[in-house]
């Protein structure tokens, strides 16, 4: 059976197979492999992974339609609490109509209003009020404010601004910034091993030039659209941290205070910059957004993947550690000696590469299969199919998930594009 679970999981299966052809020869051992892989591998497993991809939806459902119940009675309470209080309100007015009438025989004894030439007399000292803005601000706040130069200033600065802001959200801004993108690439690119000294020249020339044109775009972008408006922006925010970098690293560069990092490590983030192209691609931008949109679900998933490993390792510890060391000739990479090393084992385990052999270490450890040992066996398989077929298969189940809603979104952007041109049309 363990060995038949070995091969589902198509982890060494090549080698029983192998080792089966030298024992009976080459006829009948491949079709039993064959179609234990077939049905065994890719139709369970995956039927697996659909029956998990259907649950995480229908729990998601489940609870979006709990929270709109939820919302529901809220607002069922909130109209039953305010009908109540006017219920209230009004029969307090039927019941004590006495102060209707009280109220209408103290009106013809009320004393009369001011005129209102006494009324106007309180405010005699300031009739504008304006005067104690004018008294802050003093005299020369006032002859700057008014004087034309600062008026045609402001509109000069307003017109600059609104013209800037149109450019930077203009198509031929954003490809010449690809364009820039796709140079600074280039360069990158170009760099290598034992590379002539005319082609350094070159790659520094083109990276303080590019450099240049990219703080110049973040300088534009900063006063067209403000600073408040620039950095709330989470990618503005990087664009300002890589060129803040690069030119603090070109500053180190030539002060001679560090050498040249060769492949500048803010260079090559700045290749992220690509992305850039999800503003006019809407399939692409709308893909981004579901998967960003799914982080909130893969944060609680990779924590509960984080207590599992470390459940997992400190057990793993506690019935290996340091028991591999049964054949003295052989170094043992993956053991449970300690816990970093635990960590990395269990990790190896989930990820499926060569945890088989980890799995025969450990029934060695315990006296081999022809023993108890086997029974440690329970703890590998249990760690595989919770970490691997389980939580990690969730993985792609949110993201499947979340790819469908992108799906369904670009259905209706195209469903309302092709709502507008069939009203372009009518008219």
């Known amino acids: 059976m363990l060995t038949v679970f070995q091969c589902i999981t198509m982890e060494g299966w090549t080698d029983v197979l192998y080792w089966m052809n030298d024992a009976m020869g080459f006829e009948l051992p491949w079709v039993y492999f064959v179609s234990l892989v077939i049905f065994g591998s890719f139709f369970v497993l995956n039927l697996v992974l659909g ?13 979006k339609a709990r929270g709109d119940f939820q919302k529901l009675r809220e607002k069922q309470q909130l109209e039953e609490d305010l009908k109540g209080y006017l219920d209230w309100i009004t029969q307090a007015e039927d019941i004590d109509p006495e102060n209707d009438e009280e109220g209408d025989e103290e009106g013809g004894k009320r004393i009369p209003s001011k005129p209102a030439s006494e009324t106007e007399s309180v405010n005699t000292d ?65 760099e290598h091993y034992n590379q002539p000294d005319w082609l350094t020249e070159v790659q520094d020339v083109a990276n303080k030039v590019l450099l240049a044109l990219f703080t110049c775009e973040m300088l534009v972008k900063m006063y067209s659209l403000g600073l408040q408006a620039y950095f709330v922006s989470l990618f503005n925010r990087f664009d300002c941290f890589v060129v803040c970098g690069g030119i603090v690293e070109t500053i180190l560069v030539e002060l001679a205070i560090m050498s040249p990092l060769g492949i500048s490590v803010f260079r090559c ?7 850039k192209v999800t503003r006019h691609w809407a399939s692409l931008s709308n893909l981004v957004a579901s998967l960003l949109n799914s982080m909130k679900s893969i944060a609680s998933l990779l924590l509960l993947l984080f207590l599992f490993i470390i459940i997992f390792s400190l057990l793993g510890m506690q019935l290996f550690g340091g028991k591999f060391n049964f054949d003295e000739t052989i170094t043992k990479r993956s053991t449970f000696d300690n816990f970093p090393q635990a960590l990395l084992t269990v990790f190896q385990i989930l990820t499926g590469e060569d945890w088989n052999a980890v799995m025969y270490d450990g029934i060695m450890a315990y006296g081999g299969p022809f023993s108890s040992g086997m029974v440690v066996c329970i703890y590998f398989i249990i760690l595989f199919v919770c970490g691997n077929y389980i939580l990690l298969n969730v993985f792609l189940a949110i993201a499947v998930d979340n790819l469908a ?23």
């Not at 802001?165 to 796709?182: D, E, G, M, N, T």
């Open 51 to 63: 029956v998990l991809s259907g649950e995480f939806s229908k729990e998601r459902e489940k609870a």
């Open 126 to 190: 300031n009739p504008n009020g304006e005067d104690d803005k004018a008294n802050c601000c003093g005299p020369l706040c006032q002859k700057i404010i008014k004087s034309k130069y600062s008026r045609r200033w402001r509109r000069w600065n307003r017109f600059c601004r609104r013209k800037c802001r149109v450019a930077v959200k203009s198509v031929s801004f954003y490809w010449l910034v690809i364009i820039l993108v796709f140079l600074n690439t280039l360069t990158i690119s170009s």
């Open 269 to 275: 983030v700045r290749l992220l910059r690509i992305f």
């Open 405 to 427: 809603d992108a799906e369904s979104l670009n259905t209706a952007q195209k469903e309302e594009e092709e709502e507008k041109e069939r009203k372009k049309s009518a008219r």
